[in-house]
Nanobody
Framework: VQLVESGGGLVQPGGSLRLSCAASGFTFSSADMSWYRQAPGKERDLVAV????????SYADSVKGRFTISRDNAKNTVYLQMNSLKSEDTAVYFC?????????????WGQGTQVTVSS
């Protein structure tokens, strides 16, 4: 299983970024996909989830109305569109996949991509 994030960088407050996570090694369309983030000295927190079937989405309260999670099952890729970015969105963003395999739930993580919101 491999998850490779991209799209992070430095952006000014109020700006936008789109993160991508390219997945391989499992049946992407059967996996719930999530984005988490971890700021320095803080725990890793859930940002957004999109389910495998039906694409049901949920968001952390802090990003509702600003971030949008989506997936392209043909490309095995999940996205996080981030608009109206704030300094408090600065963190390393991680992609997560969760799926059932061989009798148990499996969780996998990408290596993370840095997002810095600063003027």
């Amino acid at each position: 299983v491999q998850l490779v994030e991209s799209g992070g960088g430095l952006v000014q407050p109020g700006g936008s970024l789109r993160l991508s996570c390219a997945a391989s090694g499992f049946t992407f369309s059967s996996a719930d996909m999530s984005w988490y983030r971890q700021a320095p000295g803080k725990e890793r927190d859930l940002v957004a989830v999109i389910t495998s079937a039906g694409g049901r989405r949920s968001y952390a309260d802090s990003v509702k109305g600003r971030f949008t999670i989506s997936r392209d099952n043909a490309k095995n890729t999940v996205y996080l569109q981030m608009n109206s970015l704030k300094s408090e969105d600065t963190a390393v963003y991680f992609c997560n996949s969760r799926f059932w395999r061989l009798g148990s739930w499996r969780n996998y993580w990408g290596q993370g991509t840095q997002v810095t919101v600063s003027s």
